[in-house]
């Protein structure tokens, strides 16, 4: 059962399941920002600048590059925020949608070649669709079939470990 009264951030903080007692110390500052990020920070009024809707997520997202904890970066970029009230959408999707191109492509190629196959696939379709906003249609062409040889990948690994 979810807790209603917890912010969006708060219940992200609580799934990436971050025990500062564990981290190695070099590592409690970063750690300690990505929890004040998410945590204490006040979150922004509705009629609040559309970036600065997000920002705490993208300052915190920034200390686990700078400590390479893709995975939980990734965890903070891909959570559904309730941003217009009505539907929850990623952030790194909802950038392409606000117009934040330069922003959303900084976003997606920080995260490529981190994580998975699967995650790189998200990222490389943003980015294909992103330059097809921006009319660089060379980049749609060359994002398009860096995804296609991952989806191939990530099928052939499906497939191979289904056969019976």
Known sequence: MTDNSKTP????????AINLDEVPFEQV??????????TCEDEPSSDADNLDKIKRYLEASEHLYKIEDWNRAKEIIIFPLPLNGITETKIYLQLGSWGFYKEQIELCNKMLNKVDKETDSFFLNALSIVYMY????????????QFLVIAEQITNLFFDSTVV
């Open 9 to 16: 951030g708060k219940l992200l903080f609580e799934k990436l």
């Open 29 to 38: 500052p970063d750690y300690t920002a990505v929890e004040y990020f998410l």
């Open 134 to 145: 921006l009319g660089d249609y060379q980049k749609v062409i060359d994002y398009n079939e």
